[in-house]
């Protein structure tokens, strides 16, 4: 518990926050808001959410695997 008696955040958000915020400062300005999505791995499971990474570079998408934080 921190010393406001609030218990501390152990479910690891702060990590996922800070992992986005890398990602987001290594790509494009225009590209940044999808170091969001990469993160949400909601996008795996919406119709077409694959598409929107892979439709970027194809050849790189399978390269990696379809992982769209790499």
């Known amino acids: 518990m921190s010393q406001t008696g609030t218990p501390l955040a152990l479910d690891g958000s702060a990590d996922i926050a800070r ?9 494009p300005d225009a590209l940044a808001p999808l170091a969001r ?19 970027l570079d194809p050849a790189r998408w399978a390269l990696v695997n379809a992982t769209p934080v790499r």
């Open 19 to 27: 992992a986005r915020a890398d990602l987001a400062a290594q790509l």
């Open 37 to 55: 999505i990469a993160y949400d791995y909601s996008w795996s499971w919406t119709p077409g959410g694959a598409a929107v990474f892979s439709r």
